[in-house]
């Protein structure tokens, strides 16, 4: 063995390679404990070079990361509730931007930790890293007491798409309804497929990692690109209508204790702030507004909760017969069935999944037994994610029928960023006098208002007057 | 509760408000408390295991970062030093020279310098190497094997969930601890026992 592979390093390539072809149909696999070729044994003092390995970012750097989110959470909360800052508001999220985004590169965020904390309750193999936790958790304690904070300033996702809002247009409420159905899809199908262990959705189309890492691969470079772009005119659509995290923050901010309020004071229905707003997130009064007859109320309401039961199962049937599909996405499923495809079709060429299944001669028995068990998770997921779905659905259609009476311009608590750009334009808020100078946009604004025939700005519609009055 | 004591200071709709947000509060707390004392506190990163790894060239397309985290190294400790390395040459290669029709490397990266006959040393220029494999598919069948992948973690950005990973065909990449990220062979074979060292004592 020796003389052979003392020829094979010395003799002429041909014949070694020839050789070499020949020994490997007879020789077994490296992957064991014995050298092929013996280590030389060198006679000039020659040393064997250290292989060299750079460590991993340290833990503290995590920890540093909790402490950096809450401190920066605790500044926008300032700057939302107390001194109802727009200025600080957006300075702020220009440094987290800077800091979350480009310097940190996105990972671990609040809306990627949904999947890990899905997972660590539903893979008991997995536990969720403390650090990631409190990622997790601390935005939406922030919501609940404060409102959507988070998104006002520290997320780098909001931030990158507020700095693009240009041109905001109002969606109808048809659209934004339908729309706003999306980020409990997503939320849902990022938990299930968490949950199944089948991937990290959520992570995988984030839109703006690419650009945080000045990196990466086309078709998120322009997913991201699109986004932004889209941004200019229907300010922050990933926020208002992907968002899965926006869902928890809503459904947080929605019982908030001290929110953003447009007015510090009392509101005088002066109605400048109606077009300060670009995400449409502001509830209009309605006090003068006609009342519909009680009793087709009632009967439209009647409709509605006899739909919600049905809604659930149609929902919980779709995701049923979905669960097949979804389940593919799973990497042990989708071998699977490529298996069982080339065992019915011997015609089929292997794909590299199922050659190296063979390769590594592992039991196809286990595999199939893994591969069911995933799809019948996935299918009680179905089920349960196609159900929340058709609540959620019902629930909004009952919201949007019911009308409470609304006396003053609020927010809409859910759904509010927090971004105080409607502070500014309120006439009692004193901290925002300077605002109110001939020019800003909420003089002008005012003027139109007041005077909407003699004031030439096409761009400021004036509301119809019989809509409020 | 104390707001039943004074229904008459709180709207109904308060009421509601304040018992929805201290229920949430407690499951917020409840999450927090399960992660702090159910948790493994131990912190980990992905590393690929180079015994799995089939080199289907995934790890140079599906990494975030391009060029891939994933790096080829050189164990050399079990590395033969050959004339005529399987990794560095083509298999139809000309001549054993330097010369890029020679190489098997697509970008150049394996550096191959003369010690003493027969023996060169081969080593990986990681601004260079893409982590396509095709250097370790060849050490493995026909040598030492020491050419195979690792994740750099200078480079890896450490993603929630590893987009090589989940495109992995042989699942090779797993989360390992912090304290020992690499899962280096000649570090491994150390730790190994050989059937002769046992017999032996």
Known sequence: ?469 | MAELKTPDKLSRFEFIRQGIARTAALALGFLGGFAAFGSRKKNTVWQLDPMKCVQCEHCSTECVVQPSAVKCVQSYPICGYCRLCFGYFEPNAPELTAAAENQLCPTNAIERIFVEDPYWEYNIIEDLCIGCAKCVKPCEQFGNASFYLQIRHDLCVDCNNCSIAMQCPSEAFSRVPADQPYILKHKTREQQVTPAQFSQS
């Open chain 1, 1 to 469: 063995m020796q003389t052979i592979l003392g020829y094979l390093r010395g003799r002429t390539f041909l014949t070694a390679a020839l050789t070499a072809l020949a020994l490997a149909a007879f020789l077994p696999s490296a992957s064991g404990d014995e050298m092929r070729f013996p280590q030389p044994e060198f006679t000039s003092g020659y040393d064997f070079p250290e292989t060299t390995v750079a460590p991993p970012k340290t833990e503290a750097g995590q920890w540093l990361d909790v402490a950096l989110l809450t401190l920066a959470l605790s500044i926008a909360t300032v700057f939302a509730v107390k001194t109802r800052s727009r200025r600080g508001i957006f300075w702020l999220s220009v440094i987290c931007l800077g800091y979350f985004g480009f310097i940190k590169q996105g990972c671990v965020c609040p809306i990627g930790a949904i999947q890990n904390v899905a997972m660590g309750i539903f893979d008991s193999n997995y536990a969720v890293p403390l650090t990631v936790m409190l990622i997790f958790l601390i935005p939406l304690a922030f919501a609940l007491y404060f409102g959507r904070v988070f998104c006002a300033s520290v997320c780098a996702l909001g931030a990158i798409q507020d700095l693009v809002i240009l041109k905001p247009i109002n969606l109808p409420r048809k659209v934004t309804l339908g729309l706003s159905m999306i980020p409990y899809l997503y939320l849902g199908a990022g938990i299930l497929f968490a949950a199944t262990n089948t991937g990290f959705i959520i992570c995988r189309y984030d839109p703006f990692i690419g650009f945080f890492r000045l990196n990466g691969n086309s078709p998120y470079l322009y997913l991201g690109a699109g986004f932004l772009l889209t941004g200019v005119f229907i300010a922050r659509p990933y926020c208002r209508f992907f968002c899965p995290y926006g869902v928890l923050l809503g459904m947080m901010s929605r019982f908030s204790r001290w929110h953003l309020s447009i007015t510090p004071s009392e509101c005088v229905d002066c109605r400048l702030c109606e077009t300060s707003c670009p995400f449409d997130y502001i509830d209009k009064p309605n006090t003068g507004l006609d009342r519909e007859n009680r009793e087709s109320g009632v009967k439209r309401l009647t409709h509605l909760f006899v739909m919600l039961p049905v809604l659930i199962v149609l929902g919980g049937w779709i995701g049923h017969r979905l669960s097949i599909p979804m389940s593919s996405y799973n990497q042990k499923v989708f071998t699977a069935e490529q298996i069982l495809a080339e065992q019915a079709n011997p015609d089929l060429e292997q794909t590299l999944y199922t050659e190296t299944f063979d390769e590594m001669g592992l039991s196809e028995d286990a595999l199939m037994q893994e591969a069911l068990k995933i799809r019948k998770r996935m299918n009680v997921g179905g089920w349960l994610l196609g159900g929340f779905l058709g609540l959620v659905f019902g629930v909004k259609l009952i919201g949007i029928s019911t009308i409470r009476s609304q006396k003053d311009y609020e927010v809409v608590k859910p759904s509010c960023f927090s971004c105080a750009r409607c502070c500014g334009y309120c006439p009692s808020d004193a901290m925002h006098k300077p605002n109110f100078v001939a020019g800003s946009p909420a003089y002008n604004a005012a003027l139109a208002l007041v005077n909407p025939e003699k004031e030439a700005q096409p761009a400021k519609k004036a509301p119809q007057e019989s809509k409020v009055s």
